[in-house]
């Protein structure tokens, strides 16, 4: 099942998740909300780092739908696309990832 296109920009919180989908996405879960990224093809600041930081035009925590860089300490990725998954859509990926 594919999710929604988020059309605009999110605002996540602190706390909020992330795990990588292969190389190509980064699964977010932030409280009941859960997002699927994609970066249109293989990104090595996923494939690189444990950690990553998502900030669009400087600002951290904003997930948008063009504009936003996901980066490690040594690469960056810009984001191509974002859904909004459900819950069930999510635990499916993080199975399979």
């Known amino acids: 099942a594919e999710g929604e296109p988020v059309e605009g920009c999110v605002e996540l919180s602190k706390d909020h998740e992330g795990m990588r989908y292969g190389s190509r996405y980064l699964l977010v879960k932030d409280g009941d909300a859960h997002y699927r990224v994609d970066f249109g093809k293989s990104c090595s600041a996923l494939t690189l780092a444990s950690n990553v930081t998502i900030k669009t035009d400087g600002q951290a925590n904003r ?18 696309a974002v859904e909004a998954i459900d819950a069930e859509t999510f635990a499916r990926y993080q199975r399979r990832g």
């Open 63 to 80: 997930l948008c739908a063009s504009g936003t860089k996901v980066a490690s300490k040594r690469a960056s990725c810009n984001v191509r």
